[in-house]
């Protein structure tokens, strides 16, 4: 739309400049995004593309495996053996020379009956699965909060470009105004500079803003391993959820108990715990059941030349370890410094995660205030550009007080647009810090957005 200036002889009405200049661009932004992909559906081509996520998936299936192997420890065990042997005897006595040749197969089989390092062992390994689990809890979130975060940075870059285009659209139009007003000798030719000034810097804004554009969209391209991504933007009005429950303390106790860090530490404290255990049982005996059944064959000086023997056994095995030359001794004392180690380190875990949550919970809240701030600026700034536009109508306001009452509300706008993305974000962050953020708490953002 081009508006014309209004001279002190014509009627005086306020140029609208600025809303029908965001609203005819944010409705063709919304027409290109009829096809775009909703939060929900990048997230899941992100959980099937992006390489962190895939390798902490890829350690939780080898720890499934590793853990497998330590019980194995408790299982019997067989093996089959086998053997053969050729001798050729020289001597004296021709009756003694000549060759010889036996062979062999053995079965054999054992069956742990007490060893308790092995049974610490897997117990351990099945604390270590619990780990892996809590990893694969913590790169899932992880995953989840970057894909948010991308997903709305191209939507923050998106509106800064639509805010820079209405404004320059604006300005181009106070410009005109200004020159023209110049020509009919109502203004003075400050007035046109100021507005050129203010069209170069908007010029200069603008192309930084499709740049910032182009690159965001390339991150989120690269996250969720697609080409040409287009995030469907958020509704209006937005109504941004409240905060359940609003006590902070409640987060804190959730994280304290559920958080994967938290979860981590523990389990790492209860295998340090039976490190000691196994270490001190290195002092204890241990018992098999052993049998094999062996099959030789192999020549003898009698009649006939060769004998097959054929020989079964079953029985226990005992061992008890008597001097291991302090060995023992001082590996009870490193797992027990270890054990120090591990408990000192859930502490830190749980204090961390009691202090990232409270600030997480803060900061959604600061960031619901400014929201309501900036939802109340944006209307003062709006009434004060028409106010400015009106002044400069009748001469009490000159071109440079429009041109920063434009700025100003475009700021607004686009301070408020991110402030909304950093509520939504804020409150995944929030529940990532208490260990709660899983895939169906992107659902209430995603019907947030156009459909």
């Keep these: 739309m081009q508006a014309h200036s209004i001279s002190p002889s014509e009627p005086k009405r306020?140029?609208?400049?600025?809303?029908?200049?965001?609203?005819?661009?944010?409705?063709?932004?919304?027409?290109?995004?009829?096809?775009?992909?909703?939060?929900?559906?990048?997230?899941?081509a992100a959980r099937d593309f992006d390489a962190t996520y895939l390798s902490a998936r890829s350690q939780f299936d080898a720890s499934q495996a590793r853990a497998a192997q330590a019980r194995a420890g408790l299982l019997p065990q067989a093996g089959l053996s086998a053997a053969a042997n050729w001798a050729r005897r020289d001597s004296s006595a021709a009756a003694l020379e000549g060759t010889s040749n036996s062979q062999n197969v053995a079965l054999s089989a054992s069956q742990p009956l007490y060893r308790p390092a092995n049974k610490l062992s897997n117990d351990q390994a099945q604390l270590s699965v619990d780990i892996a689990k809590a990893q694969l809890e913590t790169a899932e979130q992880d995953l989840i909060v970057r894909t948010t975060q991308a997903y709305f940075e191209v939507l923050a870059a998106e509106d800064?470009?639509?805010?820079?285009?209405?404004?320059?659209?604006?300005?181009?139009?106070?410009?005109?105004?200004?020159?023209?007003?110049f020509e009919v000798g109502t203004t003075t030719?400050?007035?046109?500079?100021?507005?050129?000034?203010?069209?170069?810097?908007?010029?200069?804004?603008?192309?930084?803003?499709?740049?910032?554009?182009?690159?965001?969209?390339?991150?989120?391209?690269?996250?969720?391993g697609k080409g040409?991504?287009?995030?469907?933007?958020?509704?209006?009005?937005?109504?941004?959820?409240?905060?359940?429950?609003?006590?902070?303390?409640?987060?804190?106790?959730?994280?304290?108990?559920?958080?994967?860090?938290?979860?981590?530490?523990?389990?790492?404290?209860?295998?340090?715990?039976?490190?000691?255990?196994?270490a001190e049982a290195g002092h204890l005996p241990t018992l098999d059941l052993v049998g094999q059944y062996q099959i030789a064959r192999a020549p003898t000086t009698g009649f006939p030349n060769n004998v097959r023997t054929n020989t079964a056994s079953v029985g226990v095995?005992?061992?008890?370890?008597?001097?291991?030359?302090?060995?023992?001794?001082?590996?009870?004392?490193?797992?027990?410094?270890?054990?120090?180690?591990?408990?000192?380190?859930?502490?830190?875990?749980?204090?961390?995660?009691?202090?990232?949550?409270r600030a997480a919970y803060f900061g959604v809240l600061s960031g619901q205030g400014q929201v309501r701030a900036l939802e109340?600026?944006?209307?003062?700034?709006?009434s004060a550009l028409d106010a400015n536009k009106l002044g400069y109508q009748v001469g009490v306001r000159i071109n440079i007080d429009v041109l920063n009452a434009q700025s100003q509300l475009f700021q607004t706008k686009r301070d408020l647009a991110?402030?909304?993305?950093n509520v939504l974000l804020g409150g995944l962050r929030l529940k990532q810090a208490s260990g709660q953020l899983a895939a169906q708490d992107l659902l209430p953002i995603n019907a947030l957005l156009v459909k």
């Excluded at 800064?160 to 007003?181: G, I, P, Y």
């Excluded at 979860?263 to 209860?270: I, P, R, S």
């Excluded at 991110?418 to 993305?421: E, G």
């Design 160 to 181: 800064t470009l639509t805010f820079v285009k209405a404004q320059k659209s604006a300005v181009s139009e106070q410009l005109a105004a200004a020159k023209r007003n």
């Design 418 to 421: 991110v402030a909304r993305y």
């Design 376 to 382: 109340a600026a944006e209307a003062s700034s709006q």
């Design 317 to 357: 095995q005992f061992n008890m370890p008597l001097y291991t030359g302090g060995a023992v001794q001082n590996r009870v004392k490193e797992t027990l410094a270890l054990e120090d180690k591990a408990r000192t380190d859930l502490e830190a875990a749980k204090r961390g995660v009691s202090q990232a949550t």
């Design 189 to 224: 030719v400050t007035d046109s500079r100021e507005a050129q000034a203010r069209f170069d810097l908007v010029q200069a804004q603008e192309i930084a803003a499709e740049n910032d554009l182009r690159v965001k969209k390339l991150a989120l391209d690269q996250l969720v």
């Design 228 to 278: 040409s991504v287009a995030p469907k933007p958020l509704a209006t009005p937005v109504a941004l959820p409240e905060l359940s429950p609003a006590d902070p303390q409640a987060w804190v106790t959730q994280a304290e108990t559920s958080h994967p860090a938290v979860l981590q530490a523990t389990k790492g404290f209860e295998i340090a715990q039976l490190e000691t255990r196994k």
């Design 14 to 44: 306020p140029l609208a400049l600025s809303r029908l200049a965001v609203g005819a661009l944010l409705v063709l932004g919304g027409t290109a995004g009829a096809q775009a992909q909703s939060l929900v559906e990048l997230y899941e």
